[in-house]
């Protein structure tokens, strides 16, 4: 991917900037529902979006490689501590990505799914975050 991915939460009060960005899939499906009709076969109805999901699986260094995004930190359990603290609060978060020329990919409010982590020999930590879109609920 290239460019960066920022974890911000509650506006901003903390925010962590990965340090090893992988390849990120997004999912995100729609609702279509298939019939069958006496005379015309199969149809097929467009329905709704559904909330878009993936999943981040990298590593969390415990040294300050040289290869580390600026911004980025060399202590994986302060990553650990911030999902786990975000997600015991019940408060979604915000992912922010960048392409390689500094644009914005997505910006998008998230829950996590599932958190899960290694820690290897050297201290390093191998997690993988899965992530769902947060639609927030409200009137205009």
Known sequence: ???????????NEEVMI???VP?????KSQNNEQFETINNGTINLVGDEVIRTFSI???????????LKPGSVADPFRYVDFFNKWRAK?????V??????????F??????????????KNGD????????EYRFVGGN
């Not at 699986?57 to 290869?67: A, N, V």
């Not at 019940?90 to 915000?94: A, D, G, I, M, S």
């Not at 930590?125 to 769902?132: G, P, R």
């Open 57 to 67: 699986t990298s590593i969390l260094p415990s040294q300050k490689y040289r290869w």
């Open 23 to 27: 390849e990120i899939e997004i999912n």
């Open 1 to 11: 991917m290239g460019g960066n991915i920022i974890f911000s939460a509650n506006n």
């Open 125 to 132: 930590v191998e997690y993988t975050l899965d992530l769902s």
């Open 90 to 94: 019940k408060v979604p978060f915000r």
């Open 96 to 105: 922010i990505t960048s392409k390689r020329d500094g644009t914005e990919w």
């Open 107 to 120: 910006n998008m409010a998230v829950l996590i799914d599932n958190f899960s982590y290694t820690v290897r």
């Open 18 to 20: 990965l340090p090893v």
